[in-house]
């Protein structure tokens, strides 16, 4: 959950984007309890997903063709 938290704050200002941040890592922690624990499709391949979407939208500079908001749900989508 830690590291999922952390990816997020590197991309997004949450007071600016009007999230608050205790809620959200409430957010991930349900998330994380609601992956079930099986051999691929658990929480630690979401968090590899999420931190791949993270290098690639930071590697082709994102922000120039979505807005903010577009590019947290694209991160929360690959969460999930």
């Known amino acids: ?19 608050n941040i205790i809620s959200f ?3 991930v922690f349900l998330v994380s309890n609601y992956y079930h624990n099986n051999p691929y499709h658990n929480f ?5 997903v999420l931190q791949f979407v ?3 939208a930071n590697k082709i500079g994102i ?3 979505l807005s903010i908001y577009e590019i947290f749900g694209l991160f929360v989508a690959a969460l999930v």
């Not at 590291?3 to 200002?13: G, L, Q, R, T």
């Not at 630690?44 to 590899?48: E, F, G, L, Q, R």
């Open 25 to 27: 890592k409430h957010f």
């Open 44 to 48: 630690s391949h979401a968090v590899t």
């Open 54 to 56: 993270h290098l690639l």
């Open 63 to 65: 922000k120039k063709y």
């Open 1 to 19: 959950c830690c590291v999922v938290v952390e990816i997020f704050k590197k991309n997004f200002d949450f007071e600016s984007i009007g999230i």
